[in-house]
């Protein structure tokens, strides 16, 4: 999720107080489902495949469409998947994928169905020659910053780690990867801490310096 594609959610770039006199980062707006993934998910480190395998797979079915659209169908998602589990999602026939196409819960792009299968293969083709996605993932995080960014200006769409990273997944078989959805990958999984100065997320919950502790 990249706090850009939020849609009309807010007016400036900086830190804002919502209803419940909290600061947080503009970008939730006043959406409860939005505001609860700011609150509780966004930029805390993951490291657990299959919990990465499931984001790598709804940024891919983000693409075009804003996250908020992908967050209200991620149960649906994970009922379509197997609850993303990476052998069973690898496991896919053509009969599961058409499956898929027709599950109006989701959102029913073949490419991106058929991509989210092709990442599975990628990741247990990854296990079984000893590697782990998590490994792969964060070995592309970055230094921790000092201070977190001031408003949203400062947040960039790609760095050179999100590239790298994309190269490193594509060359591990996983499509749909590029350096835009790669940064957007890292900001949510907490390889960086995106969440802006003043934001009520405490800073030791968030990116690599919580991922250390």
Known sequence: MTPADAPGAFTGD????GADGLVRCPWPGDDA????????????PVADDRALFEKLVLEGFQAG????????????????????QPHAVAAFTEADIEACCRDRAIVRNR????????NA?????????????????????????????ASMAELPAATSESRALAAALRQAGFVFVGPTAGYAFMQA??????????????PQACGPRAAAG
């Not at 296990?127 to 070995?139: F, K, R, S, Y």
């Not at 999984?189 to 405490?202: F, I, Q, S, W, Y």
């Open 14 to 17: 900086g830190p804002v107080v």
């Open 33 to 44: 489902d939005y505001l609860a993934y700011h609150d509780h998910e966004w930029g805390r």
């Open 65 to 84: 469409l804003s996250w908020l659209t992908i967050l209200r169908k991620r149960e649906a998602f994970r009922a379509a998947f197997a609850g993303f």
């Open 111 to 118: 490419r991106k169905i058929e991509a989210a299968v092709t």
């Open 121 to 149: 293969r990628a990741l247990v083709s990854l296990w079984e020659q000893g590697q782990a996605l998590g490994d792969l993932v964060w070995a592309h995080a970055p230094a921790p910053r000092d201070q977190r960014p």
């Open 189 to 202: 999984m907490g390889l960086v801490d995106d969440h802006l100065a003043g934001c009520h997320v405490p």
